[in-house]
């Protein structure tokens, strides 16, 4: 039985032995991961840092395209806008070139009146009574135009 019980102590003396190495063990293991994670926090800022840089370049570059994009439009918008007021001015010059032309074509319309007026009253002078008649009815007609005229 004393051997026995010599073993038995033996064995607890390597058991606790052995615990006190595993406590050993696990407060290294608990340092080396500190020693791990001291090293690789910084790379792992450092990767998310140089990837913050490389977005914040590629935000820079698309917000200088969209500035030169932008620019290009509004250099558009102001040719455009020079277009049409030279459009807008032509139009005005084309409405008066018309009214010119209406009055002109008015004008000859009246002159063409007075002279078929004029062969009728040197060609026949027997009918007074229609020249008369004639010469009224032009009478009316300018004086609607002198009305028109004055609104």
Sequence with gaps: MLEL???LHNIKDKISGLMSENTE???????????ILK????KIEQKT?????????LLKTQLARKDMFINMLEAEKRDNQIKVSDLDE???????TIEIQKNTINDLKE????????KEISTDNADN???KIKINQLVRDID????????
């Design 39 to 42: 090293i690789s926090v910084p």
């Design 5 to 7: 019980s010599q073993r």
């Design 49 to 57: 840092n140089v990837n913050a840089l490389h977005e914040a370049e």
């Design 90 to 96: 032509q139009i005005a010059l084309m409405n008066n």
């Design 111 to 118: 002159q063409n009146k007075l002279i078929k007026l004029a």
């Design 25 to 35: 063990m696990k407060a290294e293991i608990i340092q080396l991961r500190e020693e």
């Design 129 to 131: 009574h229609d020249l």
């Design 144 to 151: 609607r135009c002198i009305d028109l005229l004055n609104e």
